[in-house]
């Protein structure tokens, strides 16, 4: 596609809910990254997939969070037992090569709020 | 642990101004550093990214420099116009140790351009 698509774009849902976020990266990028944004805060690293795998998962707050990338292109990080403290920004961004590599640009999705009531 | 701090937290000034917004960060050891605006309740738009070989990048009315030996960045906007109101970041991409591939950000200026 044109740009990284995060879907849905706002989910309001119930504290011990159950929900998933979707990030369709752009078209032949192998990394993938999901972040949290807080209001007034900048974004907060949660896990880094490169092709199918999380390279890093350290930045996952605890067990209930969860993310997976099957096929090396879509994404959904799933949250269980949804808590009020979860509500943010959860950004999505992709990479044409892996982190690090020369003139590597990160584009980024344009986030689906989570709003946990 | 890389941490990164931007002042300031919120710059208000009137059209037409010259004016910079800062970045620090404490672990030099970066590949990158990527500048991106951010529209309320929008995503992140990347405005520049400058190579950790590299001192400064332009685009447009943009420009952005790199001093890895202060820890510093600056994103220096010329001429200043409504249209560039928005928060402001800066992130760093990590190349050493624990913090290897993450993109840490600042927490971002808020910059109010008015008429």
């Known amino acids: 596609g044109a740009g990284v698509s995060q879907t849905p774009s706002n989910k309001v849902t119930e504290k011990g809910k159950y929900v998933e976020l979707r990030c369709d990266p752009i078209?032949?990028?192998?990394?993938l990254y999901w972040y949290r944004q807080s209001l007034g805060q900048g974004p907060e690293f949660l896990i880094y997939f490169q092709g199918t795998g999380a390279a890093d998962d350290s930045g996952l707050p605890n067990d209930r969070f969860f993310a997976v990338r099957p096929e090396g292109s879509v994404s959904t990080l799933k949250i269980q037992r949804t808590e009020r403290g979860d509500s943010a920004v959860y950004l999505c961004a992709s990479s044409l090569l892996p982190f690090g590599t020369f003139n590597t640009e990160a584009f980024f999705g344009q986030g689906t709020r989570l709003t946990v009531v | 642990k890389q941490e990164v701090t931007q002042i300031p937290a919120a710059l208000s000034v009137p059209e037409g101004e010259n004016l910079v917004l800062n970045c620090s960060f404490t672990d030099s050891a970066i590949y990158n550093l990527q500048w991106f605006r951010q529209d309320p309740g929008k995503g992140l738009t990347s405005l520049l990214l400058i190579q950790s070989s590299q001192r400064e990048q332009t685009s447009g009315r943009l420009n952005a420099s790199l001093d890895k030996s202060s820890g510093r960045s600056t994103l220096y906007i010329a001429a200043s116009q409504p249209g560039d109101s928005a928060t402001y970041l800066c992130a760093f991409l990590n190349a050493g140790g624990t913090s290897y591939g993450k993109l840490t950000f600042g927490q971002g200026t808020i910059l109010t351009v008015h008429p």
């Open positions: 078209s032949g990028h192998t990394a």
